[in-house]
T-cell receptor, first 110, second 114 residues
Framework: RKEVEQDPGPFNVPEGATVAFNCTYS??????FFWYRQDCRKEPKLLMS???SGNEDGRFTAQLNRASQYISLLIRDSKLSDSATYLC???????????FGPGTRLSVLP | DAGVTQSPTHLIKTRGQQVTLRCSPI?????VSWYQQVLGQGPQFIFQ???????GRGNFPDRFSARQFPNYSSELNVNALLLGDSALYLC?????????????FGEGSRLTVL
């Protein structure tokens, strides 16, 4: 079993749609959690951190369920510019190892 | 300020050859880590260096080695290249050793092994 797993995708949604991505992790000692975004043939960039209390940044909401070892990302009112691959990232071993999931590709269609 | 810079951006090698990839972190960042990204997958952790010492190593064979220089730049070396080493090699820098979640990536070095 992979350490971090994500919805296989791709997700093809119309503009304005709400889309949710799921991520599970296997290491219960994981300490920190993040979502990164990677545009086609570009480097990954931090989208947002994920906190146990849940956090929101504009149209984006991230949630963490430590008991279920589950992380989610919700995107509301999708824009064409949201088209990218979304990578779930888990940190353990005192920050020495960032473990990336395989990513879920999103295409927002006009 | 300049971001993370990597060189070369693209290179083609043949099986059995050796390759050296270079990375300059953001000014003031002391930690550099290397990742391998195969098409369609997420980045896989190879090494982390902080203050010129190896602080973490992923599940890669000994053919992979790296080092960090006094100016915090870094090199990744891969010996005896295999076809399966074809990938995008990403360098990321961060200010501190302990992860805060913000890794700043370079655009990568795309290696093709024939």
């Amino acid at each position: 079993r992979k350490e971090v797993e994500q919805d296989p995708g791709p997700f093809n949604v119309p503009e304005g749609a709400t889309v949710a991505f799921n991520c599970t992790y296997s290491n219960s000692a994981s300490q920190s959690f993040f979502w990164y975004r990677q545009d086609c043939r570009k480097e990954p960039k931090l989208l947002m951190s994920v906190y146990s209390s849940g956090n929101e940044d504009g149209r984006f909401t991230a949630q963490l369920n430590r008991a279920s070892q589950y992380i989610s990302l919700l995107i509301r009112d999708s824009k064409l510019s949201d088209s990218a691959t979304y990578l779930c990232v888990v940190i353990h071993n005192y920050g020495q190892n960032f473990v990336f999931g395989p990513g879920t590709r999103l295409s927002v269609l006009p | 300020d300049a971001g993370v810079t990597q060189s070369p951006t693209h290179l083609i090698k043949t099986r059995g050859q050796q390759v050296t990839l270079r990375c300059s972190p953001i000014s003031g960042h002391k930690s550099v880590s290397w990742y391998q990204q195969v098409l369609g997958q997420g980045p896989q952790f190879i090494f982390q260096y902080y203050e010129k010492e190896e602080r973490g190593r992923g599940n890669f064979p000994d053919r992979f080695s790296a080092r960090q220089f006094p100016n915090y730049s870094s090199e990744l070396n891969v010996n005896a290249l295999l076809l399966g080493d074809s990938a995008l090699y990403l360098c990321a820098s961060s200010r501190d050793r302990v992860g805060t979640g913000e890794l700043f990536f370079g655009e990568g070095s795309r290696l093709t092994v024939l």
